[in-house]
């Protein structure tokens, strides 16, 4: 059973920086499609970035060249390290798998299992 949990979330000024960690305490890493999303307050879930099976990695638009995922199989954890934060970045950020289909997907429905979520606010 894949139970994933995040941490790493916090309270920093615009232009710093976090990292957030996934990790998968069911010890069965084997999704290709894993993926880090985000809600603000009154907003719907939304990608901020994504594995793709052959191991590219998919960004948002509004956090390319700031964020950048990377992963380590043998601690069986996914990272999301996030610089240059801005205030639109604050939100609760989740990691999730799609462990139910061959290809990876932009979009929230397809991904079966979510972590617990992390605050991430950033100050002005």
């Known amino acids: 059973q894949v139970v994933l949990l995040e941490s790493g979330g916090g309270s920093v000024q615009v232009g710093g920086s976090l990292r957030l960690s996934c990790r998968d305490a069911?010890?069965?890493?084997?999704?290709?499609?894993m993926g880090w999303f985000r809600q603000a307050p009154g907003k719907e879930r939304e990608k901020v970035a994504r594995?793709?099976?052959?191991?590219?990695?998919r960004y948002a638009d509004s956090v390319k060249g700031r964020f950048t995922i990377s992963k380590d199989s043998a601690k069986s954890t996914l990272y999301l390290q996030m610089n240059s934060l801005k205030p639109e970045d604050s939100a609760m950020y989740y990691c999730?798998?799609?462990?139910?289909?061959?290809?990876?997907?932009?979009?929230?429905?397809?991904?079966?299992?979510w972590g617990q979520g992390t605050q991430v606010t950033v100050s002005s």
């Open positions: 069911g010890y069965r890493y084997v999704s290709s499609c």
């Open positions: 999730a798998a799609d462990t139910a289909h061959l290809t990876c997907s932009d979009y929230v429905d397809r991904y079966n299992i």
């Open positions: 594995t793709n099976t052959d191991g590219t990695i």
